[in-house]
């Protein structure tokens, strides 16, 4: 709790010391229920849920003298209430041999950084883990999947630049099932800037994955970078036109202040949200907790 809470320091002296400002007054009137609702919004977490929150805490202390802690503890309250429900882990389906996660998003999101992550927790459970370099268009990011690859004990399967990204998973899969793996990671391309191109390529990966097991992927976890805002949220819009998005993963939560995002993407997706990203190295992929996270979020 308190690395997350280092992690989300940026976050939280945002919103905690602004919260501290407008509250000086001590009193919940019209002009500080405004304020706090603009902070909210640009904290990020959107229009809709910051103006339900402050309509919350107005019904029952309008006109009240109030603590900043005191509307800090309430807010947390209500956005752990927001976030309870998609809170949940990656679990790795063990009976489904092999579990098939289909990691997508655009690129710089971090797919390739949190499938390591993933990988080495997985490993750490005494789990088979394969991985599939189906970034198949950045040379960068197939050599960085072989060094997570080689960082963590696990079997990379990788083709030159160029490769067909639906046969490349293809392979991974048969390997993964000659070997008994548990689980196949599968890297993505994230080229948004065409969006034809990148749905056909999807959407042929998906195909492929299917004739090998037609309940596959079992997961599509789309990676989102915080830092980018509300380009998270419209990124969400985007995917979820292309594929069948099954959960998040956020990532970049330790130089940001932008912590608001899972708020505004819980209330709008209700997608699970796996995991968040607060580093670059191995460890820094936290189990996302609703009560932790509203918490380090308020300061
Ligand atoms: P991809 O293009 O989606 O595969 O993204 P990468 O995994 O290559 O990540 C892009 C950059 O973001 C790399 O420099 C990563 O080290 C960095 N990165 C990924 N996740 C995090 C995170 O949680 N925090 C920070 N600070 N950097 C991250």
Same mark, same amino acid.
């Given at each position: 709790?308190?690395?997350?809470?280092?992690?989300?320091?940026?976050?939280?002296?945002?919103?905690?010391?602004?919260?501290?400002?407008?509250?000086?007054?001590?009193?919940?009137?019209?002009?500080?229920?405004?304020?706090?609702?603009?902070?909210? #919004?640009?904290?990020?977490?959107?229009?809709?849920?910051?103006?339900?929150?402050?309509?919350?805490?107005?019904?029952?202390?309008?006109?009240?003298?109030?603590?900043?802690?005191?509307?800090?503890?309430?807010?947390?309250?209500?956005?752990?209430? #927001?976030?309870?429900?998609?809170?949940?882990?990656?679990?790795?389906?063990?009976?489904?041999?092999?579990? #098939?996660?289909?990691?997508?998003?655009?690129?710089?999101?971090?797919?390739?950084?949190?499938?390591?992550?993933?990988?080495?927790?997985?490993?750490?459970?005494?789990?088979?883990?394969?991985?599939?370099?189906?970034?198949?268009?950045?040379?960068?990011?197939?050599?960085?999947?072989?060094?997570?690859?080689?960082?963590?004990?696990?079997?990379?399967?990788?083709?030159?630049?160029?490769?067909?990204?639906?046969?490349?998973?293809?392979?991974?899969?048969?390997?993964?099932?000659?070997?008994?793996?548990?689980?196949?990671?599968?890297?993505?391309?994230?080229?948004?800037?065409?969006?034809?191109?990148?749905?056909?390529?999807?959407?042929?990966?998906?195909?492929?994955?299917?004739?090998?097991?037609?309940?596959?992927?079992?997961?599509?976890?789309?990676?989102?970078?915080?830092?980018?805002?509300?380009?998270?949220?419209?990124?969400?819009?985007?995917?979820?036109?292309?594929?069948?998005?099954?959960?998040?993963?956020?990532?970049?939560?330790?130089?940001?202040?932008?912590?608001?995002?899972?708020?505004?993407?819980?209330?709008?997706?209700?997608?699970?949200?796996?995991?968040?990203?607060?580093?670059?190295?191995?460890?820094?992929?936290?189990?996302?907790?609703?009560?932790?996270?509203?918490?380090?979020?308020?300061?």
């Amino acid at each position: 709790f308190s690395r997350l809470k280092a992690g989300l320091s940026r976050s939280s002296s945002k919103l905690g010391e602004g919260i501290g400002g407008i509250f000086t007054k001590k009193k919940l009137d019209d002009e500080s229920i405004e304020e706090l609702e603009e902070l909210l #919004i640009t904290s990020d977490l959107g229009v809709t849920t910051a103006t339900r929150l402050t309509e919350n805490l107005a019904k029952t202390r309008f006109n009240k003298d109030v603590e900043p802690h005191e509307v800090s503890e309430a807010l947390a309250a209500d956005i752990a209430t #927001i976030l309870e429900p998609v809170a949940t882990p990656l679990e790795v389906d063990k009976s489904k041999s092999p579990h #098939i996660i289909l990691m997508v998003g655009v690129n710089g999101s971090g797919k390739t950084t949190t499938i390591g992550k993933l990988a080495t927790q997985y490993k750490a459970q005494g789990l088979n883990v394969t991985l599939a370099a189906g970034d198949t268009f950045r040379a960068a990011a197939i050599e960085q999947l072989q060094i997570w690859g080689e960082r963590t004990g696990c079997p990379v399967v990788a083709k030159e630049t160029g490769s067909d990204a639906a046969g490349l998973a293809y392979e991974a899969i048969e390997r993964a099932r000659s070997e008994n793996a548990d689980v196949v990671l599968i890297d993505t391309a994230g080229r948004l800037h065409n969006k034809s191109d990148l749905m056909s390529e999807l959407q042929k990966v998906i195909r492929v994955i299917k004739k090998l097991d037609e309940n596959a992927p079992h997961d599509v976890v789309l990676v989102l970078d915080a830092t980018t805002g509300q380009n998270a949220v419209s990124q969400v819009g985007t995917f979820k036109e292309l594929v069948d998005v099954t959960g998040l993963v956020v990532t970049k939560l330790d130089g940001s202040a932008r912590g608001g995002i899972l708020v505004a993407l819980a209330e709008k997706f209700g997608l699970p949200v796996h995991a968040i990203g607060v580093g670059e190295t191995a460890d820094d992929l936290r189990p996302f907790t609703a009560k932790d996270f509203s918490r380090s979020l308020m300061g």
